[in-house]
């Protein structure tokens, strides 16, 4: 099988801090990117316990509803703003 072409992003260091903790053994950044942009997909069955971690700001300790809300807060404020 051919490998599929790939790119790079940058990110804030808080914003990779983020997604490598949700990363699961075996799992790459793409793996976890996917996962969270198809969050809210219709067809998807995940239950609120499959992201609690991911909506707590690792800085601050602020709760958000979603993981695009706290990406979203984790990209627009500085890294270690809550300590």
């Known amino acids: 099988m051919a490998r599929e072409e790939v790119t790079s992003i940058e990110v ?9 903790q949700q990363k699961e053994p075996g799992d790459s ?6 996962r969270l942009l198809h969050a809210g997909d219709e067809d998807t069955q995940d239950t609120p ?10 800085d601050c300790g602020e709760v958000f509803a979603s993981v695009p809300e706290l990406l979203e807060h984790v990209q627009s404020t500085e890294p270690g703003h809550g300590t």
């Open 12 to 20: 804030k260091k808080s914003t990779w801090k983020t997604l490598n």
């Open 29 to 34: 950044f793409d793996d976890v990117i996917q």
């Open 49 to 58: 316990e499959d992201f609690d971690e991911a909506k707590v700001c690792p």
